[in-house]
Nanobody, 124 residues
Framework: QVQLVESGGGLVQAGGSLRLSCAAS????????MGWFRQAPGKEREFVAS????????YYADSVKGRFTISRDNAKNTVFLQMNSLKPEDTAVYYC?????????????????WGQGTQVTVSS
């Protein structure tokens, strides 16, 4: 079992930056592939970024490529999402997710554990 707690969300102006953190606890936390997803009001949850357990493999949604960076610190069981050049369309609740087995993935049903989410609001 893996427990996930996100932090770092907030209100920021367009063009600004935020850094989200996801603290993982549990027996397999440091060996799990992790991902970030987001859900805007009235929309389905969508993939943002993912990272393998070693950090060697990362994937990004086209909408955030070049602006967001996913990373991890396995010594601290924490995954980060650095978000730069934020746009109003990035406004959403951001969720951290972990896989029980397997590498980095881009689909919701690949992930077994989910955090409660953190709100990111980008004003224009």
């Amino acid at each position: 079992q893996v427990q996930l707690v996100e932090s770092g969300g907030g209100l920021v102006q367009a063009g600004g930056s935020l850094r989200l953190s996801c603290a993982a606890s549990g027996r397999t936390a440091s060996s799990s592939a992790m991902g970030w997803f987001r859900q805007a009001p009235g929309k389905e949850r969508e993939f943002v970024a993912s990272i393998s357990w070693s950090g060697a493999t990362t994937y990004y949604a086209d909408s955030v490529k070049g602006r967001f960076t996913i990373s991890r610190d396995n010594a601290k069981n924490t995954v980060f999402l650095q978000m730069n050049s934020l746009k109003p369309e990035d406004t959403a609740v951001y969720y951290c997710a972990a896989r029980r087995i397997g590498g980095a993935a881009t689909t919701l049903n690949s992930y077994d554990y989910w955090g409660q989410g953190t709100q990111v609001t980008v004003s224009s």
